[in-house]
């Protein structure tokens, strides 16, 4: 049995909050276990001063000092979990900050979160689980090549998508909208096989990643059962031919969005959209619906739309879909407030996420969302920068996973 | 005999100073070690519940972060039972220190606000000013000797 894998935390008010116990348990949850850096108290102000922030709450201070502890090597983890009350700019500040600080002087992965009272274990589950796969996979995050016969599935929120990958080439692929996770799956990869000519006996290897993938894991006795975070980021710069280096990859899925900064493949900080889905693909899909064309048809009608014509830039996803009524209502074009839509989303993603991880060229763009060129051509706008959308970048999860299950062959 | 709060409400030292000249400390009175390992400065010895930030608010919006509405659940209901505060501000950590500043200001403002008698001192940094500190805070407890006037 490996040896559970040591999150510290550096955090303020989740007690108050009532959630450190869900912190705990996502952490119980992945074989992980939490511990606080012990510090000295007459340190604190001493760090706080070295460090250069200064923040009046001495809990936002007891997390700077265990951040220094982290970086100058005081104190050994293999990962952090940073987190802070949510709608707390002082701790809004310190948390970006010492992530940033981390990040750039250490080679420990960190996530940050901002709770709730609301916030459960099975909200931080996926952040958690993806801190101790890099603590625990790096040799296997580190391949670079599929080999032999493999597959991979992933089961979203929106939609569960099948790939069939042999000798470093995607051979076959389906996808199908999730309704029943597991006969989704079964169709998504009945799909994937047939392309591919192949049969479930010919596959030696299977990972399962997304929203259901202990459910299909299970099912499918996968070999590898893996969070998104990172077998999204391994998908993104295998596809992209960027497999070396920092690069930034932008998921907006179905029901969250993911920002990831990656260094040779392995995700640094990275940033899981929790609290709100209102800029989430879900909208665009409500949009496309709205419409009345299909979310493939989306993306090229906000090409020939102009979005600085229709105000909409509301968090939330009712408002937002107010928003486009009421322009529709007052004689917008359907191009412009598809325009408007992409634009909204991708700005929300921009404001709220991509300011909590550090951009780093190339920037990519994977999921389904990205084919919705609007959206993209939106995101690049924001940040200023060709955005990259590498070939099947709607299968980025099933092919992630696939590359890192052929890992699994040599093993046996 | 006065319930009197203390701020900070985690000090040892002024809630002592509070039970040996005759009146009821209010406050969490938990001891602030030299060494921290636990998750906050002042972390609670039991655990709280989401339902505390809940009941917190009472004493503020919902747009206030729920660390802060958490602590209001616990001290909010000791200042509407205080009769009278001492309040020690620019505290050395060790002296007793509260983990979140807003929460601070929070329960400063509501103290002053309530019209109860209040001693605000200034931390001692000097033995001189060590000693009229505890004067001060020994003159105005024992003002609060018949029925809470100071």
Known sequence: MSRKVRVAQLSCGPEYSGVQKEIYDAAESVDAEIFFPDIALADVERAVDAFGLDVRSADLKLMIARGKALVEGKVDADGVFIGTCFRCAEAAIVRNELRRYIHENSRLPVVSYSFTERTTSGTLLTRMEALTTIARRRALLAREEQTGITMGVDSGSSTTKAVVMKDNEIVGTGWHPTTEVIKSAESAVADALEMAGLTREDIQAIGTTGYGRFLIGKHFGADLIQEELTVNSKGAVYLAGHQQGSATVIDIGGMDNKAISVIDGIPGTFTMGGICAGASGRFLEMTAKRLGVDITELGPLAMKGMGKNVPMNSYCIVFGTQSLVNALAAGSSREDVAAAACHSVAEQVFEQQLQEIDIKEPVIMVGGTSLIEGLVYAMGQLLQTEIVVPPHSQYIGAVGSALLASGFIEGE | ?150
């Open chain 2, 1 to 150: 005999m006065a319930k009197v709060f203390i701020y900070p409400a985690t000090s040892l030292i002024l809630s002592d100073l509070v039970a040996r000249f005759g009146h009821k400390p209010l406050g969490a009175a938990l001891g602030i070690r030299e060494r921290i390992q636990t998750a906050g400065v002042d972390s609670p010895p039991l655990q709280i519940t989401p339902e505390e930030p809940k009941r917190g608010l009472k004493y503020a919006a919902v747009e206030v972060p729920s660390g802060v509405r958490g602590r209001m659940a616990i001290y909010g209901p000791l200042i509407e039972e205080a009769e009278a505060a001492v309040i020690v501000t620019d505290a050395d950590l060790a002296f007793g220190c509260m983990g979140c500043a807003r929460t601070d200001e929070l329960i400063l403002f509501s103290l002053r606000q309530s019209g109860i008698p209040i001693l605000e001192l200034t931390y001692p940094s000097t033995e001189e000013e060590g000693v009229q500190f505890v004067a001060a805070i020994k003159k105005f407890l024992d003002g609060l000797e018949k029925g809470g006037e100071a």
